[in-house]
T-cell receptor
Framework: GNSVTQMEGPVTLSEEAFLTINCTYT??????LFWYVQYPGEGLQLLLK?????DKGSNKGFEATYRKETTSFHLEKGSVQVSDSAVYFC???????????FGKGITLSVRP | AAGVIQSPRHLIKEKRETATLKCYPI?????VYWYQQGPGQDPQFLIS???????DNGCIPDRFSAQQFSDYHSELNMSSLELGDSALYFC??????????????FGPGTRLTVL
């Protein structure tokens, strides 16, 4: 079946540090890949997505590249801010109308 | 822009009671998904509807049922509530077409607490 594996957390960084959150997946075919962010007490917001191999999703300074050869979709940001503190979920959908399968999520805390 | 609306936002019930959660998708979104997120857990898919018909189901207990109505809103009915049902319940909707065709837009969630 489909699955998503995220690096274990939590992660604590100082403001302006470089961020990498690893995500690998198992799926047949070519799933769409997503990063969702959940701020404290709020719902899930789509951060970025990629729908085919070598696509790069980007938003708010975050980037992730769909790597078919390594089945990965790592999230990166060059300089984190305190406001980036949240829980980040990697997710996949095997087809456009399919359910999302989420990773376990990782909590990011950014110190001033 | 219009977003997914869920009601109520918070709900407290006793064991063995029933609960009904409601979801109003974004206009022109014809697919609705329900997810359950336990404390500190990732969201788990429960059930989905497309054009008022069930399209897929996941880890939904037999005590739960759901439907999508003619106006595309959906309701999740939960009976014989158990302590383990305490969770955040998300609804998401997906558009019929367009560049966001494969995106799910999430509501703010309903936090259910079973005492």
């Amino acid at each position: 079946g489909n699955s998503v594996t995220q690096m274990e957390g939590p992660v604590t960084l100082s403001e302006e540090a470089f961020l990498t959150i690893n995500c690998t997946y198992t799926a047949t075919g070519y799933p769409s890949l997503f990063w969702y962010v959940q701020y404290p007490g709020e719902g899930l917001q789509l951060l970025l997505k990629a729908t085919k191999a070598d696509d790069k999703g980007s938003n708010k300074g975050f980037e992730a590249t769909y790597r078919k050869e390594t089945t990965s979709f790592h999230l990166e940001k060059g300089s984190v801010q305190v406001s980036d503190s949240a829980v980040y979920f990697c997710a996949l959908s095997p087809r456009a109308n399919s359910k999302l399968t989420f990773g376990k999520g990782i909590t990011l805390s950014v110190r001033p | 822009a219009a977003g997914v609306i869920q009601s109520p936002r918070h709900l407290i019930k006793e064991k063995r009671e029933t609960a009904t959660l409601k979801c109003y998708p974004i206009p022109r979104h014809d697919t609705v998904y329900w997810y359950q997120q336990g404390p500190g857990q990732d969201p788990q898919f429960l059930i989905s509807f497309y054009e008022k018909m069930q399209s897929d189901n996941g880890c939904i207990p037999d005590r739960f049922s759901a439907q999508q109505f003619s106006d595309y809103h959906s309701e999740l009915n939960m009976s014989s509530l158990e302590l383990g049902d305490s969770a955040l319940y998300f609804c998401a909707s997906r558009p019929t077409s367009g560049i966001s065709y494969n995106e799910q837009f999430f509501g703010p969630g309903t936090r259910l607490t079973v005492l």
